[in-house]
């Protein structure tokens, strides 16, 4: 079975280091000023002239109230007007983008993320989403895969309506956990009652899936009242879940520092809190996809692993990864062919080169031989769970064996570890290493030993 897994304490204490989520390959990390529009418009011109189909990642970073554990690049405010002259930039990066690319480019999928992106109004949100039909080739009958993050507080039954007229299909819930003094001292107080009325509109209304959020580690968590969490949320019956590993890095992200570190749960505990999350799911029925994600068994995402078409982008697990994926907003980003690029995280530097009809691009990175051939390596360990070297070889015409061949101690040691299972032939991620397989991605990341490690999360 693919979504096998099992729980070797002693494996996972050994191997649960530091290190990226590979979104991308290489990582944002090593994205630099160097890249710049001129490199975006050249990507977007081959777009263009291959006619590949796009997604869109719609950035919208406002949010009425902060949470305490959040990473994301966001704008905390009340003033619900803050976001008019945003949305009016956001517009004109929507048609200096459109205009480098072919009408006849489909936009198979969709996503608008945060901050929260219901903290717009209703019009606001018509109004967007007519810019985006009128620039984009967006599908009029249902088939695209086009989602949302909502936050339950931000949302009500008319909102998913009105997101379903528009062309919505998919909802992205953050709950992270039900217990009030954990939601206390993050500063999210959200009822169940909240999040199911939520879902029952979701149900109702026929959208197609709906992905509940879920963070371990946060403070006064412990494995008793996460576990009661994660029984509600599987009497809720979400098509996917993301379980996160919560990362406190109050020196990176400002708003952490109002955790009391001395409230946060010890290793151990973490280790419990995951270990019962899989084991409660499995038994719900829930396959393990990988880096936390878990979904039904007839879900697009497991389908997709069992056709060993699963792919992996900034979006996270997806079947969409043959798509150009163009990033609209501040601090979002594209991967077109071989390049990544950032836009300014900055909301003030993101406006005014908008407002100077200039393009936000900041940072980026255009891939060279040997990323391709590692991210290829690297996707398919991630996705799968299993590499064969002939792909790999055929693919890239190298020799498998002699390109990694200063690896091979490392594989061989995490293959005697019961990590990873190793021949001349392939490396197949074994049930004990699958919940560790970041760990097995590591092995082929070239700039990992210069990159500093606290710029990332553990893996467990």
């Not at 509600?232 to 708003?255: C, G, K, T, W």
Request: glycine share 6%; hydrophobic share 40%.
């Amino acid at each position: 079975m693919l979504d096998a897994i099992r729980w070797d304490t002693d494996l996972i204490r050994r191997y649960d280091l530091a290190g990226p989520r590979y979104t991308s390959y290489p990582t944002a990390v090593q994205f630099d000023s160097q890249v710049g529009t001129f490199d975006l418009f050249h990507a977007l011109r081959d777009s263009r002239k291959a006619l590949r189909p796009l997604s869109l990642y719609v950035h919208v970073p406002f949010c009425a109230n902060i949470c305490y554990y959040c990473a994301c690049n966001k704008v905390i405010t009340k003033d619900r007007g803050r976001a008019l002259p945003y949305l009016q930039r956001l517009e004109q990066e929507i048609q200096l983008i459109a205009c480098h690319l072919d009408p006849m480019q489909k936009v198979e999928q969709l996503h608008f993320g945060g901050g929260t992106p219901t903290f717009l109004s209703h019009d606001e949100l018509r109004q967007l989403m007519a810019r985006l039909r009128k620039h984009f080739n967006l599908l009029d009958d249902d088939s695209g895969d086009y989602g949302i993050e909502i936050d339950p507080r931000e949302a009500d039954w008319s909102t998913m309506g009105l997101l379903r007229e528009l062309g919505f299909n998919r909802v992205s819930i953050g709950l992270q956990d039900l217990d009030p003094a954990v939601q206390r001292a993050v500063n999210r107080l959200q009822s169940l009652e909240e999040t199911r009325a939520v879902i029952d509109a979701a149900r109702t209304l026929q959208y197609r899936s709906i992905n509940i959020d879920l963070i371990y580690g946060l403070p006064k968590q412990t494995p008793e009242n996460f576990a009661r969490t994660v029984d509600e949320v599987i009497n809720l019956q979400p098509d996917r879940l993301s379980v996160f590993n919560y990362a406190h890095l109050p020196e990176r992200f400002m708003p952490q520092r109002r955790i009391n570190s001395n409230d946060l749960p010890e290793p151990a505990q973490k280790l419990e809190m995951l270990q019962r999350t899989i084991e409660q799911l499995t038994a719900a029925g829930y396959r393990y996809i990988g880096m936390d994600h878990f979904a039904l068994p007839d879900d697009e995402l497991a389908i997709a692993q069992e056709e060993s078409t699963l792919q992996r982008n900034f979006q996270g697990y997806t079947t969409h990864g043959h798509c150009d994926l163009i990033g609209l907003g501040v601090s979002a980003i594209s991967q077109i062919g071989d390049l990544y690029c950032q836009n300014s995280s900055d909301l003030t530097q993101y406006q005014k080169a908008l407002a100077s009809a200039q393009l936000a691009t900041a940072r980026g990175l255009l891939c060279n031989a040997d990323d391709r051939l590692r991210r290829a390596v690297i996707q398919q360990l991630i996705c799968h769970f299993d590499l064969e070297f002939s792909e790999i070889e055929q693919a890239f015409n190298i020799d498998f064996r002699g390109y990694f061949g200063e690896l091979w101690p490392q594989l061989q040691d995490m293959a005697k570890d019961g990590l990873i299972e190793l021949d001349n032939e392939r490396i197949t991620v074994l049930p004990a290493g699958r919940l560790l397989v970041r760990s097995v991605c590591m092995v082929f990341d070239a700039y990992l030993e210069h990159t500093n490690r606290q710029r990332f999360s553990r893996v467990i």
